[in-house]
């Protein structure tokens, strides 16, 4: 496999603030791997042994809560790190995580965290920016599921999505990242039936069109609408 060129990573976060040799040289210590759909690349409890990358594709965010219940906390999309337990004094990973799709990874060693930090001015700070943002969601998410009704829940979470995967197709905006009526049930802490009712309504309307595993928003305008009712 060949090698990355520097100038690939300069625009993703945690190198944006770093020269091309400074790349270079992470890039020299890094692991380059690619996975499959539904592949696991870490699962929730294991030794955080190492932190990645995610080059390309999208991964899914799983954990599993002591009642033995499985919730998506979030999608993590291309250009971010994951698996960063070292940066948040963790021995192990908090959480699955599984490719939403095919997925091309980088990787290091976890001996190699701290000495990033401290050598490449950006790294770091680029990283915590990084985990603010998804601290942010996932307080959104909390709120969401405490203070909205499960309509409400569905319909942000849908164009959450479409903020993060949205692509301007003839018909409105196409969701890309292949998506089951089970996970957005997963990440709204509701029912498949639920879900199912809810979007097959809101295709009767004209505000969605769905097939297996993709949908596209038609009228984003009372997508919102419902989002922000109440």
């Known amino acids: 496999m060949s090698r990355l060129d520097e100038t690939q990573l300069g625009k993703l976060p945690p190198f944006s603030r770093l020269s091309l040799v400074e790349i270079g040289e992470i890039l020299d210590l890094s692991s380059r791997k690619t996975w499959g759909e539904g592949d696991t690349i870490f699962a929730q409890g294991n030794p955080a042994d190492s932190f990645y990358l995610l080059l390309d594709g999208s991964i899914r965010v799983l954990r599993l809560t002591p009642g033995g219940e499985q919730i998506v906390p979030l999608h993590i999309p291309a250009g971010q790190l994951f698996g960063i337990a070292p940066a948040m004094g963790l021995e192990v990973y908090p959480a699955d995580a599984m490719a939403a799709v095919d997925c091309v990874t980088l990787s290091w060693p976890r001996r190699h965290w701290s000495d990033f930090v401290t050598r490449y001015d950006g790294f770091g700070s680029e990283t915590w920016r990084s985990i603010g943002a998804r601290m942010i969601e996932l307080h ?16 942000a979470v849908v164009l959450r999505l479409v903020r993060q995967y949205g692509r301007n197709v003839e018909a409105g905006i196409e969701i890309t990242l292949p998506i089951t009526r089970a996970t957005i049930a997963e990440m709204t802490g509701t029912t498949l039936h639920t879900v199912s009712r809810l979007l097959s309504g809101w295709e009767k309307d004209g505000i969605v069109a769905s097939k297996r595993k993709h949908i596209t928003v038609t009228d984003a305008h009372r997508l919102v609408m419902i989002a922000e009712a109440g």
């Open 140 to 155: 959104d998410r909390i709120e969401e599921l405490s203070t909205r009704a499960v309509e409400q829940r569905v319909a």
